[in-house]
Structure formats: C-alpha cells, structure tokens
C-alpha cells in the first residue's frame, strides 16, 4: 500500500514551452501533496503544500505564476512549469501525506520525473 | 533554529561491516522522524516512522532508534544493494529535511 506515482518519469522539451507533471496516489486519499525539487548531490527543496480543493501554499522564493499547481481531487495532483527554461531543468518530486487525522503521518514520494529544457 | 543534521555526509563500507548513521535535530515540538531511502534518480522510499523517545523500529538489516536528540539507523552485516542515500525527515510545525548520507557498500 502507500503507493504514488509520477507521470512522465522525465520529458524534454524547448525553452518557452510548459510542461505539466502528475502526481497520484494510487491506494490511499491524500489531502495533503508535496511538490519538491532535487539538484544532483542535494537534498530535496520544498517548493509547494497543495491541499485538495485549495490554493497550494508556495515556500519562499519560488514562483506561483512559474510553478502551477492544482490539487483537484484526494488522489491527483499536478504541477504546471509554465515556460519552462533551461534553469528549471531538475528532478521534481512529489509527496502524499494520507488523510487519515491525529499525527503527522509520513509522506510516500512519487518516483519523480526528470525535466530537461533546452 | 530547527535544524536536521546528518552525519556522516558519506559512509563506505565494506560488505558484512556494520555501522550507524546518525541524524541529530534541534527542532522543538517533534511530531514525528522518518527514515527514507532514496536510489540515483529515484524517489526516497519510505523506510521508518519513529514518534516518541525510546522507540525502535527493524526492518531486515535496519534498526532505526530515536532518543531526544538524534535518531540512529543501524545497518547490520549491510550488502551492496544496500548502497543508497539515507534521509532523515522531521516533522515539527514544518517538515525538516537532512541532507542524507550517502552509504556505499563494497562488495
């Protein structure tokens, strides 16, 4: 159980173009998704909370009107890299906290989807 | 600050050569520690939840500990499928992230 996948697994595209990444949970309802970013060699970098039927909420210095994220439903979500540059190029991951209450239950990440923007 | 530190940055060992990774934080009001994995290009992969101190938990050749301070993930006899980054993840108000330490294992 507790499974999320990612779909591409990685896409290439031109500068200018955007690119719109999934995220499910396949078994189990997730109000609560995570978008992150991933430079080789790094840790993960939090970029964006996105609770279903709400506005995601953006860490500090990353771009809202960039980085599109839209939480539709408790097993979807989905990040929009609007004209996508080579600087974007990166590993992004996703995360799915379960809906169930009490502590703050462990996230399970997508397997990420590598981006490459020419 | 909260902070999340993990040590060492990178570990090698040889196959059968026991060892701990440590993950110490200083983050107030912990709800929750959690161990992943994570494989070159891949997604961390969910390995412990630890709540409260004293808590133990295993998994073939991990053994995850947590005390008030850090965390340790003991490996046992590793191999080299072993081999891997290993995160520490916090939850306190926020989520921290460790940087990871990256484990290879040498046959």
């Known amino acids: 159980g507790a499974v999320v996948s990612q779909h591409p697994s990685w896409v290439i595209c031109k500068s200018g173009t955007s690119v719109k990444i999934e995220c499910r949970s396949l078994?189990?309802?997730?109000?609560?998704m995570f978008w992150y970013r991933q430079f080789p060699k790094q840790s993960l970098m939090l970029m964006a909370t996105s609770n279903e039927g709400s506005k995601a909420t953006y860490e500090q210095g990353v771009e809202k009107d960039k980085f599109l994220i839209n939480h539709a439903s408790l097993t979807l979500s989905t990040l929009t890299v609007t004209s996508a540059h080579p600087e974007d190029s990166s590993f992004y991951i996703c995360?799915?906290?379960?809906?169930?209450?009490?502590?703050?239950?462990?996230?399970?990440f997508g397997p990420g989807t590598r981006l490459t923007v020419l | 600050e909260d902070q999340v530190t993990q040590s060492p940055e990178a570990l090698r060992l040889q196959e059968g050569e026991s060892s701990s990774l440590n993950c110490s934080y200083t983050?107030?009001?912990?709800?929750?520690l959690f161990w992943y994995r994570q494989d070159p290009g891949k997604g961390p992969e969910f390995l412990f939840t630890?709540?409260?101190a004293g808590e133990e938990k295993e998994k073939e050749r991990l053994k995850a500990t947590l005390t008030k301070k850090e965390s340790f993930l003991h490996i046992t006899a590793p191999k080299p499928e072993d081999s891997a980054t290993y995160l520490c993840v916090i939850t306190g108000n926020q989520f921290y992230f460790g940087t990871g330490t990256s484990l290879t294992v040498i046959p």
């Open positions: 995360s799915a906290r379960r809906s169930t209450s009490g502590r703050y239950n462990e996230q399970f």
């Open positions: 983050v107030s009001g912990l709800r929750g």
């Open positions: 630890l709540y409260s």
């Open positions: 078994d189990f309802q997730a109000t609560t």
